[in-house]
T-cell receptor
């Protein structure tokens, strides 16, 4: 059975801090790993990673995938209170393997002023 | 309207009621999904439709009945629910089925009394 584990489950930081969120996965015939940010209701898409070692970047957020060690990290630099949210990681396999996404439990990030 | 919309946003129903959740996507996508999100649990995939055909039923009880009349609309018909079915129900869509970027609606917060 496919599995995605995120750590830490909860994190409290001060504005300006840099945080690293972790995601490890076990997925049959892995295809991609995705990161989402969930504030109040709808998860919003951040990144999709399919290749090892290639950093994806969007403003203060960046993410990288390690397909050998089966994990990904999401970095947020110079955190702001607006970054407070649950960050979800999901992984899925190739179409021939039943390609649905399996989600982790999420990391609750709280950024205090 | 753009993106993925869901109605109603909140629903309270008794165990003997019948109600329906509606999802509509304006993204030109061909795959649509229903997820259940309970407190402190990962997102659980319920159903997948690809080009209007159901391709996944993740062992969901028959009191949940999906309907996909076309690639833009998805319904979840509810009847004789249990209190443990109270959760946030999220609809998502993607260009094609698989481990690709999925875009989520705002969800329906369901309470079963």
């Amino acid at each position: 059975e496919d599995k995605v584990v995120q750590s830490p489950l909860s994190l409290v930081v001060h504005e300006g801090d840099t945080v690293t969120l972790n995601c490890s996965y076990e997925v049959t015939n892995f295809r991609s790993l995705l990161w989402y940010k969930q504030e109040k209701k709808a998860p919003t898409f951040l990144f999709m990673l399919t290749s090892s070692g290639i950093e994806k970047k969007s403003g203060r957020l960046s993410s990288i995938l390690d397909k050998k060690e089966l994990f990904s990290i999401l970095n947020i630099t110079a955190t702001q209170t607006g970054d407070s949210a649950v960050y979800l990681c999901a992984a899925g396999g190739m179409e021939t393997s039943g390609s649905r996404l399996t989600f982790g439990e999420g990391t609750q990030l709280t950024v205090n002023p | 309207e753009t993106g993925v919309t869901q109605t109603p946003r909140h629903l309270v129903m008794g165990m003997t009621n019948k109600k329906s959740l509606k999802c509509e996507q304006h993204l030109g996508h061909n795959a649509m999904y229903w997820y259940k999100q309970s407190a402190k649990k990962p997102l659980e995939l319920m159903f997948v439709y690809n080009f209007k055909e159901q391709t996944e039923n993740n062992s969901v009880p028959s009191r949940f009945s999906p309907e996909c009349p076309n690639s833009s609309h998805l319904f979840l018909h509810l009847h004789t629910l249990q209190p443990e079915d109270s959760a946030l129900y999220l609809c998502a869509s993607s260009l094609v089925e698989g481990a690709y970027e999925q875009y989520f609606g705002p969800g329906t917060r369901l309470t079963v009394t």
